[in-house]
């Protein structure tokens, strides 16, 4: 063999690593986790690879190219080193690089099925529009058809926090309210008059003023007046069709809607109230008592 292509027995740390497609620094840190042992040093104190190591080398990149984890390499060496042991010198079978490579693979298929379902939602997003494709389908087919631009972005924020709280079927229950309004200008903007002034309502307000039991009293007539027109335009027969196509499509979940804050999403990660508890807002005590009369308004019956 001419002496310029004969292979050397042993390489250097660089020589080693510009072969494999790596790193001296990658290199030292796999001798640091036990990865790959590491070799003796030469009488310069250096460290020198021979074929065995370059073995062990591109083995690492390979695997760790496919993305299995650095110590779940070393795992499966430590395993199939100890396997072969055991079978009296024979060579390694690889069954712990199997097992391995068995776990990568439905790593993978949960991540594919993870990215599929994020690209439904991008779609989903830019073909309903931003905020409406943040509901869930549930939701969005109550609130189609309606005029454009008669849901405003307040209705869908609303609408959002709902879903979080009570799940698609309380969101598109409450959808009926807005789809009220966005049909009947009039009740619209008798809705935006008192929302104002339950937001007038501010620090600056005692809570025994009178304006809090008076606007209280205007939201208890408005909230009468739009229960009237949802019966009187067939919308609470609309909501019972809902519940019955929800208990068709969730017949596990039909009789715990109430307890579960993230109803249908196959989780339960916090009850109603304490979901509630967690969402701020930034009410006065003045508004907050003007809740509390309203609610007792509502108790006592209709206007």
């Known amino acids: 063999m ?17 072969f494999a497609g790596s790193t ?8 640091e986790i036990g990865l790959l042992p590491e070799p003796e040093r030469g009488a310069d104190d250096r460290r020198r690879y021979g074929y065995e190591d370059m073995i062990r080398l591109l083995w690492i990149r390979k695997m760790a190219d496919a993305g299995i984890a650095l110590d779940d390499i070393r795992d499966a060496f430590t395993t199939g080193a100890a396997s ?25 298929a949960e991540q ?17 529009g931003s905020r409406m ?29 709902t879903e979080r709280i009570f799940g698609p079927l309380g969101a598109a229950v409450q959808a ?20 104002a002034a339950e937001e007038a309502l501010d620090d600056s307000v005692a809570v025994d003023d009178p304006r ?3 606007v209280a009293a205007e939201r ?35 009789n715990h809607g109430e307890d579960g804050a993230d109803l249908g999403s196959g989780r339960r990660e916090m009850s109603v109230l304490e979901a509630v508890g967690k969402m701020p807002y930034d009410f006065s005590p003045a508004r907050l008592r003007c809740i509390e009369l309203s609610v007792e308004l509502f108790s006592q019956g209709p206007v």
Request: charged letters at 30%; hydrophobic letters at 35%; aromatic letters at 4%.
């Open 133 to 161: 494709g943040l509901l869930s389908d549930f939701v969005t087919e109550r609130l189609k058809n309606l005029p454009e631009g008669s849901l405003r972005q307040a209705d869908l924020d609303t609408l959002l926090v």
């Open 84 to 108: 072969a042991g055991a079978r009296s010198g024979q060579e390694d079978s690889g069954d712990g690089i199997a097992g391995i490579l068995e776990r990568l693979e439905e790593s993978l």
């Open 24 to 31: 001296p620094r990658a290199i030292r840190h796999y001798h």
């Open 2 to 18: 001419h002496p310029s292509l004969r292979p050397p027995r042993q390489v250097k740390i660089g020589d080693a690593a510009a």
């Open 176 to 195: 009926t309210r807005f789809v009220a309004l966005a049909t009947h200008p009039d009740l619209r903007k008798e809705s935006d008059r008192v929302d």
């Open 212 to 214: 809090v039991a008076q």
């Open 112 to 128: 594919e099925a993870e990215l599929r379902r994020q690209r439904t939602a991008v779609q989903r997003m830019r073909t309903e």
């Open 220 to 254: 208890h007539a408005f909230e009468s007046a739009l229960q009237t027109v949802i019966e009187e335009s067939g919308l609470d027969k609309d909501d019972d069709a809902l519940f019955d196509a929800w208990d068709t499509l969730h017949p596990a979940t039909a």
